[in-house]
């Protein structure tokens, strides 16, 4: 509040070492600090009646002293309002095309059957969709079981750049009650392409919210960009249907760099 001048504004201290001062929502002045503003005050300092007063974020103590010619007056403010030099610059769009053209009469005249057609794949690509989730729930194709009696969550990710890769499969007990015994992972591929370690894991007993890892190395047998799936299938003892599944995107080996 600068009553000498009859000036009320807003000091506002930014992280880029800057002090603004603002009428309103307009900019009146501005000022680079060599640090970060953390503390501003305006007021009486000693003689002076028109001090501003910065504390830094390094800890330094400022003093700025106002000048008393300085104009604050609403003629210099009203230099600033209006809209800025941007936008009185003419953009440069580009002309209208033929092809274009006639995009937006065909949109104009075949809106209603535009929006039925959209509308109707719409809903198909949401029945596919639907149908499919049903399918895998029903086969135990997702990482999550969705039976209540099978409390397990799988993860799989791949490390390695080629051509050995590392397969690292967790199994996680979601219940907090009860253990699970006598399960395994069962993975299957092509086996002209990868060749893995172990094709057949048994884990232990799967003690409730613990998460166990399975570590299995993977080899592409072919230099050629080719990739393919891995799959992984968590069984449990006495069920013929896999209880979880993880369809493993294997990435482009890389050639062999040392024999």
Same mark, same amino acid.
């Given at each position: %509040?600068?009553? +000498?001048?009859?000036?009320?504004?807003?000091?506002?201290?930014?992280?880029?070492?800057?002090?603004?001062? @603002?009428?309103?929502?307009?900019?009146?002045?501005?000022?680079?600090?060599?640090?970060?503003?953390?503390?501003?005050?305006?007021?009486? @300092?000693?003689?002076?009646?028109?001090?501003?007063?910065?504390? /830094?974020?390094?800890?330094?103590?400022?003093?700025?002293?106002?000048?008393?010619?300085? %104009?604050?007056?609403?003629?210099?403010?009203?230099?600033?309002?209006?809209?800025?030099?941007?936008?009185?610059?003419?953009?440069?769009?580009?002309?209208? +095309?033929? +092809?274009?053209?006639?995009?937006?009469?065909?949109?104009?005249?075949?809106?209603?059957?535009?929006?039925?057609?959209?509308?109707? %794949?719409?809903?198909?690509?949401?029945?596919?969709?639907?149908?499919? @989730?049903?399918?895998?729930?029903?086969?135990?194709?997702?990482?999550?079981?969705?039976?209540?009696?099978?409390?397990?969550?799988?993860?799989?990710?791949?490390?390695?750049?080629?051509?050995?890769?590392?397969?690292?499969?967790?199994?996680?007990? +979601?219940?907090?009650?009860?253990?699970?015994?006598?399960?395994?992972?069962?993975?299957?591929?092509?086996?002209?392409?990868?060749?893995?370690?172990?094709?057949?894991?048994?884990?232990?007993?799967?003690?409730?919210?613990?998460? @166990?890892?399975?570590?299995?190395?993977?080899?592409?047998?072919?230099?050629?960009?080719? /990739? %393919?799936?891995?799959?992984?299938?968590?069984?449990?003892?006495?069920?013929?249907?896999?209880?979880?599944?993880?369809?493993?995107?294997?990435?482009?080996?890389?050639?062999?760099?040392?024999?």
């Amino acid at each position: %509040d600068y009553k +000498t001048k009859t000036f009320k504004g807003f000091l506002v201290g930014l992280a880029n070492k800057e002090i603004r001062v @603002y009428h309103d929502k307009f900019l009146i002045d501005s000022m680079q600090l060599d640090d970060v503003p953390i503390m501003i005050s305006f007021g009486k @300092y000693g003689r002076e009646d028109s001090n501003m007063i910065v504390v /830094t974020e390094n800890g330094s103590f400022n003093v700025f002293i106002l000048k008393r010619s300085v %104009d604050l007056s609403q003629g210099k403010l009203s230099s600033k309002v209006g809209p800025s030099a941007q936008q009185s610059q003419k953009l440069n769009v580009p002309k209208k +095309t033929k +092809t274009y053209v006639d995009q937006t009469l065909r949109e104009r005249e075949s809106g209603i059957q535009i929006h039925r057609q959209f509308s109707h %794949d719409i809903y198909r690509m949401r029945l596919t969709t639907a149908r499919a @989730y049903v399918a895998a729930l029903k086969l135990n194709l997702t990482p999550i079981s969705n039976e209540d009696d099978i409390p397990l969550k799988l993860n799989a990710n791949v490390q390695g750049l080629g051509p050995r890769f590392q397969l690292s499969i967790e199994v996680m007990n +979601t219940s907090n009650v009860y253990p699970i015994m006598g399960s395994y992972i069962l993975f299957v591929t092509n086996e002209t392409l990868y060749h893995l370690d172990r094709s057949y894991v048994v884990l232990p007993l799967l003690a409730p919210s613990l998460t @166990y890892s399975v570590k299995v190395m993977v080899k592409c047998q072919l230099e050629h960009g080719v /990739t %393919d799936t891995i799959n992984a299938f968590v069984y449990l003892k006495g069920r013929n249907a896999p209880a979880l599944s993880a369809n493993i995107e294997m990435p482009v080996s890389e050639p062999e760099l040392m024999d």
